[in-house]
Each structure stands twice: as structure tokens, then as C-alpha cells.
């Protein structure tokens, strides 16, 4: 019945306990006495209590507790809290639910449900026994029901906004009750009646809130209520800051914020985490953050700066996420929300360097090593991924925030310069190895599309990973075709493995099997390590990871082939014969070196998933079902010798004796090679005939015109997207061979340069690790650009390009460059009318 509390985790023991109802008695005997020869009892509901006994005891208790601990190193410190108990409390303990069930997902308030009443046991101390120690045998009289404020009044009253009803609360609380009381909450949920008041406004606020502020901060224990939780675990930290930042009310903020409202409140509960599955809202969990993920920028700018506590750019969530974190993971790439978002962004990078210039935001890194610019690669925030990546501010005093600046203009051509620093793969973790390697959103491949990154993969891909690219072809080629003579001239005769011969012919064999194995063990290494490394889901797997699974299958295959060759079974010629299938198969994979062919690998890879899958399902469910009935209905009585009629019948039925060769005979029927004469003399002919024919009419009619309408509306489907997934493969492709360079190669091969892009905030030369994009930009007529140079065009680069190549080479390098710029920008005619995904963006 009570209300002491400990702040440990274990519960009390006995020791404790008589320590706790010792101190109560001892020190109530000495309240008793000095109110006896001072003022006297007064009624019970009057009792003025000038040294309040609760404080006294928690202060003993925690003294006590403290000289305990003091002697068992093991035993954590531990604070208590006192409740003072009456009739009053027990007869609010007693009540019980009615049906003893609650939700697991009690709503935060409402007017339909009420409040639980189920109050987990607690321990306290009552005023009851007053009239004992007492010792003159009076008794305290009760007080008038009228007086009484329980947990459901007082409910009640804040809902209504009855401040009226209300106006004997302090009173009632000088018994030495507290609004933090365990009587006074929902015990499911933890909700006070200052969080039940929030969630009751009219007209933006509650008359009953300052009356409830007031009646704490006289009853001492202000900053409590204030700041009191919800305490389930769907809503779990949600104080009535974060209410009123959600009700979007500027006054209660502030009001809050005056009763000393905790600004790094976390609410943590299950409702405000990120789900898959069920409603939710996460908003990074402070105040702050949902301040900035609501766009209120009134309450951002007051949190930030009020005369009481400002709230923390810097402060992280229980993910590690800041409010620029939090942004990123609201952002759900529709135009309104990108406005939003972005608009909200800037502005907190822009207060960031006002109230420290030197806070680096963006650079803070959450429990998973992801910056905003990284999580928002990672999750597929595109629009905002986009905006980061291109954001230029022409203000000069936060102009060192910017990531794009703008080199020259000439008309509508610019030359911009891009800061990689996060994005190149020179550093650790970057932004493009996000997005290929560690991203399994289903739009990724649309942010590899995106500048720079687009000309940054291809700058590398024309400068070391084509080449390179090339040659793994070329030796792929090779190894394959070593592989196929190899296969072709295996000895027909004996028993594995074969004696050498000594012949040329068997030397040469036997050195391309071993030039075979090497590669197979060589293949098998190489995806070993892919799959150590990059640690796939499926989805990404299904995207550019398809010809992956296919290059182990083959090396595993070949391996066991070699296996099964030395052990002696003839049988290492149909797994010899598998792998090589799987080889030749996998040539398909160097069709992303073109894009032609890599668009046309695409939609092989997307039709067979999206829809060979589904049909074989079902076919296949068609075919066994089929079969089983007709090998039922074949099946008969074994045939008496002499007699040539039921003989007939046994031969004719012969074709459907077994479910094999049944499903086989279906299956010519599927493809049109079926044939219906020799069913002549069955048993029941003509239920046989309409099974048959029942099964062509579902399968080589309905489901092989249902295959070729579904492939037909897959590659419409996805023939806009099917460049982007193509250009997707070739990043990784490109990733990959850059992981294998030496550091050295690296560096000389790195696409960006040093550049001297302003002045950071402390008057040092701002320097990046800057990319070049030249970009036809329309829309930039009237606008007042910030240029870097005067003069248009890199005439550092036409000086080094004069001084080491001969006359004549500009003009081929110019034309070879528009030439790839054509067949980068040519539409798939064939495929589709729709504009590219380089040409939406």
C-alpha cells in the first residue's frame, strides 16, 4: 500500500524493510511530540506539517542506505522516495479493473477508455497510526467526501479544464501527497494528470495547467511532475514537452519551459522507434528533434535559445542520431515533405554555425558510423540525398557549408565543383560503397544516377576499371574456351581417373585440366571473399548480386566434378558438363562493361525473377496434379498371358505408366509436341481425353499467354529503370576493382584535386577534395551566382593537355568524348519512349 521506492533494480530486502518502517515510527513519534507541545493535531485533512516527516525519512533512508552500501561494495547506491498513504489511497488501491484485461497498446489518452486501476504493490507509510503514537486515544476524524481528490476526480477536472472543481487541491495535498503519487497515475501507462491535461486543449490550452504547476511547485515537488514520463513501453519517455511541441503550442513550450521541462527528454518507447510493420513515429526522440521533423521553426529557435536551458545541437538519441539524423529518417522523398525537410536542414546547419562555428553537424556519425549524408544513402532518401550533395550557399558567412560551387558560367553552362570529401571511395566507408555495397533500399540504383556521382564512375571507369575490365574478359574468354576443348576430348574409355599416355594430345589435356582447376579454385576465392566482405541480403543479391551466386554455383560445381573424377565414378562428367553450362551462362555478366547489352542483361535478370519464378509455381503445381491423376487412372490389374486385347491396353497405356514418364509426356503437351492417337484403347478413354485436354487449355493456352503478357509488361515496366539498375552493376563492378589496386594506383588514378574553394570560419583556406562537372543548366538565367573564376574554361588543363600530346590529340579527345556522351544519352528506341533516368534527373 505504498510508496517507497528504490532507484536500484533489485527489489527490497527484509533488512531494508525494517529499517524503513523503524525510521517512519521513530520519526513520527518526534513529529507527533513537537506538534503536541506546539500546535497540536489538527484534522487529518488540515494537517499543516511544518517539517514535512516524508522528507525526513527519505533523508534517513538514504543515510542509512548509503552507510549499508558503504559496507557491501557489491550493493548499488540506491535513493528512496516516500508516499504518505490514508484511507483515501487505500480505497483508490482497492478498486481493481473490472474485466482484469488491459491492451498491450493503451492509447496516451482517451476519452472512451479509461484509466487502469490494476496498481502493482507498492510500500508506504500511513498516517492511520498517528492516533497511537499519540497515546491519548483521540482520533483523527475523517475527512468530508467533498474534500477528497482521488486519481479520477482530478482526471476528471483537467479534461474538462474545471479549474473550479480544482480549487481544494492544494489544500488536500498539505497532507503531504504528491501529484507524482503512485494513486495519482495510470499504472499502465505512467500518466500524470498534467500529461492528461496536455492531451485536453481548447483553444490551445487548459485553464487547469497553471493550477497544476502551482499546487507542485507549493507541495516542493514541481520539477517532477514537470518532467514526469509515461512509463509503458510503447510510449515510453514522452514527458509534456514533447506533448506540447506535438500540438504544436509555442505558449505551453515556453510555460514548460519555465517549470524547468527537461530539453533532453528521450521518448524511447516502442511507438517512437522506426517499424516495418504497425504505426509509429520516430522523430530522433528529444524535444528538439521533434520540433525540427514537425517544422516548427518557432520552437527549434526558442529551444535553442531561451534564458533557461538551451537544448544541444550535438545531443544524440539512444541510436546515436542527431536532429540532422532524425531529418534524414522522416524524409520520405514526395515533393511537399522534400520542401520540408530540406528547408528545416539548412536552416539547423545554418544556427549550428551561429551558436559554435566550430560544430561540425554533418560530421557526426551515429552508433551505426552513419553521418546524415550516409544515412540518407543508406535508407534511399533520394531527394534529400540529392539536396546534400548539391547544396551551395551563397550567403558568405556560411558559404564554408556548401558542397557545391559554382567554378564559372558561360550562358547556361556551368562548371561546378563538387566536394567528395565522404563520397570518393579513397576514404574509408564512403558514400558510393554505401549505396553499392551496404544499402538494400529498393531505389538505390537511382542514386548512382545522380551528380556527381554519375560522372565520378564514369571518370573512373574510363580511366583504370574499363581496361581492367576488359582484360578479366579476355581471360574469362580464355579459361572458358580451355575449359569447353578440355570437356570435349575427355577420354571415352576406362575407368577416372585415366592413366597419362605421354601423348601430345593427353599432355594437352591434362594441362588445361589443371589450368581449369586452378581457375576454379581461383573463381571460388574471389567470391568467398566477395560474400566475407560485403555480406549481401537477398534483395541486393536479386538486384546486381545475381551473377554472384552463378560464378560460386560454377567453381563449387567444377571442384566437385574434380572430386567425384579422382574417386573413380563416371559421374564427374555430368557435373563437369553442369559447370561448364554455368560458365558459358555467366559471360553474361561482362555484358555490363556495354550498355546495349548490360540493359538487355537487366531485363533477362528482372523477367526471370519477376515472372518465370511466379509461373514455374504455378505450372509446376499443374503439372505434378495432372500427372498423379493420370498415372492413377492408367494404372490397372496385372495382364493375363494369351490375352491380346488387355495386352493392347497395357501397350497403349505404357506412355503413362509412371509419374516420370507421365510428367514428361505432359510437359511435351505444354510445349505442343503432344500426341493423342495411341490413347485408343484405355479403359476410360474418354475421362483421359478430358483430363488432357483440360490441361492443355490451363497450360499451353492460359498460363504460357499469361507468361508471355506478364514478360511483355515487365520489360515496359522496368525499361525505364533498367539503365540506372545497369549503371547500379557497373558501380560495383567498378567498386570491386578498385578495392584490388594497390594504394599507390589509387592515388594516381584519384578523380579529384585539391582545391582552394573560400575560407573555413576561423579565416583558414578552406580546401576540399573537389570534382569537376560541366553541366547545361537553363534554369539559372537572372540568378546571382558566386563564381570562383572570371573566365570560363580549365586552362591548366588545356596547357598540360598541349605540352604532352601531339598535335591533333585535343581533337580526338574531344571527339571520342562526344562520342561517349552520345551513346550515354541515346534513347533505347526498341525498348522504350520514356526519357532516361540521367535525363529526368
Request: glycine fraction near 6%; aromatic fraction near 10%; charge should be neutral.
Amino acid at each position: 500500500m505504498g510508496g517507497i521506492s528504490g532507484g536500484g533494480e533489485r527489489g527490497i530486502s527484509h533488512r531494508e524493510l525494517s529499517l524503513v518502517l523503524g525510521a517512519s515510527k521513530v520519526i513520527l513519534e518526534q513529529e507527533v511530540q513537537l506538534r503536541r507541545q506546539n500546535k497540536g493535531i489538527s484534522s487529518r485533512c488540515g494537517l499543516l506539517l511544518y517539517l514535512d516527516p516524508s522528507r525526513h525519512i527519505a533523508a534517513f533512508l538514504e543515510d542509512t542506505m548509503s552507510h549499508s552500501d558503504s559496507e557491501d561494495s557489491d550493493s548499488p547506491k540506491r535513493g528512496f522516495s516516500l508516499e504518505v498513504h490514508d484511507k483515501d489511497t487505500l480505497a483508490a488501491f482497492s478498486k481493481g479493473d473490472k474485466d482484469g484485461k488491459r491492451e498491450k497498446k493503451p492509447p496516451m489518452d482517451s476519452s472512451i477508455q479509461k484509466e487502469s486501476d490494476n496498481f502493482r504493490p507498492t510500500i508506504g507509510f500511513s498516517l492511520d497510526f498517528l492516533p497511537a503514537v499519540q497515546g491519548n486515544g483521540a482520533k483523527i476524524p475523517d475527512c468530508d467526501p467533498k474534500d477528497v481528490y482521488t486519481r479520477d476526480r482530478i482526471f476528471n477536472a483537467v479534461a474538462k479544464g474545471d479549474v473550479e472543481d480544482l480549487a481544494g487541491l492544494q489544500n488536500y495535498l498539505r497532507n503531504g501527497k504528491l501529484l507524482t503519487n503512485t494513486e495519482f497515475k495510470d499504472p499502465d501507462t505512467g500518466k500524470t494528470c498534467l500529461l492528461k491535461a496536455m492531451w485536453n486543449l481548447e483553444n490551445g490550452m487548459n485553464k487547469t495547467i497553471p493550477v497544476l504547476l502551482d499546487a507542485a511547485r507549493k507541495t516542493g515537488n514541481l520539477k517532477e511532475l514537470v518532467n514526469a514520463a509515461y512509463t509503458n513501453d510503447y510510449y515510453r519517455g514522452q514527458t509534456a514537452l514533447h506533448i506540447a511541441i506535438e500540438k504544436r503550442n509555442f505558449d505551453l513550450v515556453k510555460l514548460l519551459m519555465e517549470n524547468k521541462a527537461d530539453v533532453d527528454a528521450k521518448a524511447n518507447g516502442v511507438f517512437f522507434q522506426k517499424k516495418r510493420k504497425g504505426v509509429s513515429f520516430y522523430f530522433g526522440e528529444l524535444p528538439l528533434s521533434l520540433a525540427a521533423c514537425t517544422n516548427q521553426t518557432n520552437i527549434v529557435n526558442y529551444l535553442l535559445n531561451n534564458p533557461y536551458r538551451n537544448a544541444e545541437l550535438k545531443t544524440p538519441d539512444s541510436h546515436g542520431n542527431t536532429v540532422l539524423h532524425a531529418l534524414v529518417v522522416v524524409a520520405d522523398d514526395t515533393e511537399e515533405n522534400t520542401e520540408i525537410i530540406t528547408k528545416m536542414y539548412d536552416d539547423i546547419l545554418k544556427k549550428s554555425v551561429k551558436i559554435n562555428p566550430q560544430l561540425k553537424l554533418e560530421e557526426i556519425a551515429n552508433h551505426e558510423g552513419l553521418t546524415p549524408l550516409k544515412l540518407a544513402a543508406k535508407t534511399g532518401k533520394t531527394e534529400l540525398f540529392k539536396h546534400i550533395l548539391r547544396r551551395e550557399m551563397t550567403e558568405p558567412e556560411f558559404r564554408h557549408l556548401s558542397r557545391k560551387f559554382t567554378e564559372w558560367t558561360y550562358g547556361p553552362v556551368h562548371t561546378s565543383l563538387y566536394d567528395m570529401s565522404s563520397v570518393d571511395t579513397y576514404e574509408h566507408d564512403s558514400v558510393l560503397e554505401t549505396i553499392v555495397f551496404r544499402s538494400s533500399a529498393c531505389n538505390r540504383h537511382n542514386m548512382v544516377v545522380l551528380e556527381p556521382i554519375n560522372h565520378l564512375l564514369q571518370e573512373k571507369w574510363d580511366s583504370f576499371a574499363g581496361k581492367i575490365f576488359y582484360l578479366k574478359f579476355l581471360l574469362y574468354i580464355v579459361y572458358l574456351i580451355i575449359f569447353t576443348v578440355t570437356a570435349y576430348n575427355r577420354p571415352l574409355t576406362g575407368q577416372p581417373p585415366y592413366p597419362l599416355e605421354g601423348t601430345t594430345k593427353d599432355n594437352a589435356r591434362v594441362l588445361g585440366e589443371v589450368i581449369v582447376i586452378l581457375g576454379g579454385i581461383y573463381i571460388l576465392l574471389c567470391q568467398v571473399v566477395y560474400f566475407w566482405k560485403r555480406r549481401p541480403s537477398l534483395q541486393i543479391l536479386m538486384i546486381d548480386g545475381y551473377f554472384e551466386v552463378l560464378f560460386l554455383l560454377h567453381a563449387v560445381i567444377l571442384l566437385c566434378s574434380f572430386v567425384v573424377y579422382f574417386a573413380g565414378s563416371e559421374t564427374y562428367v555430368a557435373l563437369m558438363v553442369f559447370a561448364l553450362v554455368i560458365g558459358w551462362v555467366n559471360t553474361l555478366y561482362y555484358t555490363r562493361g556495354f550498355q546495349q547489352t548490360g540493359i538487355y542483361s537487366v531485363m533477362i535478370q528482372k523477367t526471370i525473377l519477376r515472372d518465370m519464378l511466379r509461373f514455374l509455381f504455378v505450372y509446376l503445381v499443374f503439372l505434378f496434379g495432372f500427372a498423379a491423376a493420370l498415372v492413377t487412372l492408367v494404372g490397372e490389374a496385372p495382364v493375363e498371358p494369351g490375352n491380346s486385347t488387355e495386352a493392347g491396353k497395357s501397350e497403349a497405356g505404357s506412355s503413362y505408366s509412371g509419374l516420370y514418364v507421365t510428367i514428361l509426356e505432359l510437359f511435351k503437351f505444354t510445349i505442343g509436341m503432344g500426341d493423342l492417337e495411341f490413347n485408343e484403347n484405355l479403359k476410360f478413354k474418354h475421362f483421359f481425353m478430358f483430363l488432357l485436354i483440360l490441361y492443355v487449355v490451363l497450360t499451353y493456352i492460359l498460363l504460357l499467354n499469361m507468361l508471355i503478357a506478364l514478360m511483355s509488361e515487365t520489360v515496359n515496366k522496368i525499361s525505364s529503370e533498367s539503365k540506372s539498375i545497369w549503371k547500379l552493376q557497373r558501380a560495383a563492378t567498378i567498386l570491386d576493382i578498385e578495392r584490388f589496386l594497390p594504394r599507390l594506383l589509387r592515388k594516381r588514378w584519384r578523380s579529384c584535386h585539391l582545391l582552394t574553394v573560400g575560407t573555413t570560419p576561423d579565416g583558414k583556406p578552406d580546401e576540399r577534395w573537389c570534382f569537376r562537372v560541366e553541366e547545361m543548366m537553363w534554369g539559372s538565367f537572372g540568378k546571382n551566382l558566386s563564381n570562383l573564376n572570371e573566365e570560363p574554361g580549365d586552362k591548366e588543363k588545356v596547357k598540360l593537355t598541349s605540352s604532352k600530346h601531339p598535335k591533333g590529340w585535343s581533337q580526338w579527345v574531344t571527339r571520342a568524348q562526344e562520342k561517349a556522351k552520345e551513346e550515354e544519352q541515346a534513347p533505347l528506341n526498341s525498348v522504350s519512349t520514356s526519357p532516361t533516368d540521367v535525363e529526368k534527373v
